[in-house]
């Protein structure tokens, strides 16, 4: 073999393990961005359970200040009639069906985006409230708009449920 045929080898040999050491290198990086990546998906998804965690301190926090509230969306839990509204009282019902609804819609949002587990509960506390609150289906209906359709499959089953009720109710008592 000739000298430039060596060198050729050489050459060759030196830029194989240059490869190689470069797909190692290209490996690990490739490892490391696939572990920053688990790690953003899980300070998301610590977020967005953070960030409903506190909407729903705040629907708490106006439940305990307004007791007279809490039979207005649960009208399970009313006391004889459910209260009227006056104009403060509305003002309240309304803020609170609006943060109810958003709490109710960035759930639905972050779930459809895997960021939460609990889709399956997630949509029977969403019937259910809409089934037990003729207060928020109003509201929800005159502000659908805002939500677009990702509500209305959950309320056209609410609303069927509450039919059945309805009419087991009147069978019972007939």
């Given amino acids: ?3 430039f045929e060596w060198a050729s080898v050489g050459t060759s040999v030196i830029g194989l393990l240059v490869i190689v050491v470069s797909l190692g290198f290209v490996r690990s ?3 490391m961005m696939a ?3 688990q790690r953003l998906s899980q300070a998301m998804e610590t977020s967005a359970e953070s960030a409903l965690d506190a909407l729903f301190v705040v629907v708490t926090q106006a439940y305990l200040e307004y007791p007279a ?3 207005i969306f649960d009208e399970r839990e009313a006391i004889g009639p459910i209260p009227t509204l006056d104009i403060d009282m509305t003002y309240r019902a309304n803020t609170l069906a609006e943060m109810l609804l958003d ?3 960035r759930a639905i949002v972050f779930s459809d985006r895997g960021l939460s587990g609990a889709s399956t509960s997630l949509d029977a506390w969403i019937t259910d409230s809409f089934r037990h609150s003729t207060f928020l289906r109003a509201w929800y209906t ?3 708009g805002w939500y677009g ?3 209305d499959a959950l ?3 609410a609303a069927a449920e509450l039919e059945v009720s309805r009419v087991e109710g009147i069978t019972a008592a007939g």
């Fill in 142 to 144: 005159e502000h659908a």
């Fill in 103 to 105: 709490v109710m819609d």
């Fill in 149 to 151: 359709s990702r509500f």
């Fill in 155 to 157: 309320l056209v089953k």
């Fill in 69 to 71: 509230l809490r039979p």
């Fill in 35 to 37: 572990e920053q990546t």
């Fill in 1 to 3: 073999m000739s000298t």
């Fill in 29 to 31: 990086q490739v490892r």
